[in-house]
């Protein structure tokens, strides 16, 4: 009987781990054994012997840290991080400022026709990245667009949205079209979750529609602001299907407009598969020390909050 229970007891424990299992395979084969393959690639390199020529010619040595040092130092990288810092000080405010916009006039009593404004507000989230940058880059494409043809009839300027600094509001609309449908679900979801009594309180106060957003469902919704300003930030660092779809329909979008566009032609373009496992991994381990800083502050930020 003891020996019964025992067993028993060990099954009831083990069934956690059992049901984890699966997920703990895929993440090893999928997630966890690529990014150290990433890491030992990083510290090789290939080692050239006289012509290149016959066998024996190049052999993969030992390298250390001096793909991270090149990568460090590589003035490529360092513009298309800057790019991407300038890009994503467009996108991120904006599409959280209409995400949180759309969210609050689909909680507000008085809207018509919800489910089908949360609809279409969210439908260009469900169409491919590449789909949607190969959509709006024949829209800016003076010769195809028709609102280049609107512009040339009503005899207003026609700027060239591919060119120069108006190509950040260009890709920056882009990724603004396509994601604030998720944003504002995510913010919508915790706005639905709020008491209905915390409303009724505040109206019985002499609160209105603007003060309960700003004083009530605003704060409430901190959490779900905070999680989108997070996914906001990760999408922003790995950027890549907005430009490299629009290179082709224009000069200004080089190989190495962002980090990931530069990763790519290094390891696919000029066989530099070592080089660009340095920067893919620099890459990674800025987009999770950023991650982690942004989070905890405002973990921090939170628990002073809830302790006034």
Not at 172 to 195: D, E, K
Request: aromatic fraction near 12%; proline fraction near 6%.
């Amino acid at each position: 009987m003891k020996s019964t229970a025992r067993r028993r007891s060990y099954g009831v424990k083990g069934a956690p781990y059992a049901f984890l299992l699966p997920a703990g395979i895929l993440f090893a084969l999928f997630f966890a054994l690529p990014i150290g393959y990433a890491v030992w690639l990083s510290l090789r390199k290939v080692k050239v012997s006289g012509l290149g020529l016959g066998s024996g010619a190049r052999k993969e040595v030992w390298a250390g840290l001096e793909n991270y040092t090149d990568a460090l130092t590589d003035s490529e990288l360092v513009s298309g991080t800057l790019r991407v810092l300038g890009y994503g000080c467009i996108v991120v405010p904006v599409m959280l400022g209409l995400a949180l916009l759309f969210a609050l006039m689909l909680d507000s009593e008085k809207v018509r026709l919800a489910p089908f404004t949360r609809l279409a507000i969210f439908l260009p989230y469900a169409i491919p990245g590449v789909v949607a940058a190969l959509l709006w880059g024949f829209l800016y494409l003076p010769d195809v667009s028709p609102f280049y043809f609107v512009l040339d009839k009503l005899g207003l300027p026609q700027p060239d949205l591919l060119d120069g600094g108006p190509l950040y509001l260009a890709l920056s609309n882009i990724a603004v079209w396509g994601g604030t449908g998720f944003n504002m679900i995510v913010i919508y979801t915790s706005l639905q979750a709020i008491p209905a009594e915390v409303y009724e309180a505040a109206k019985l106060d002499g609160a209105t529609p603007l003060k309960i957003a700003l004083r009530i469902k605003i704060p409430m919704v901190a959490s779900s602001l905070v999680l989108t300003f997070f996914f906001s930030i990760i999408a922003t660092i790995q950027v890549f299907n907005e430009p490299t779809t629009l290179k082709p329909l224009t000069n200004s979008v080089s190989t190495t407009w962002s980090p990931l566009m530069k990763v790519y032609r290094d390891a696919f373009g000029e066989g530099d598969i070592h080089g660009a496992a340095a920067q893919a991994v620099i890459i990674a381990f800025a987009t999770l020390l950023l991650s982690f800083g942004f989070l905890r502050a405002a973990n921090r930020r939170q628990k002073q909050e809830a302790a006034r």
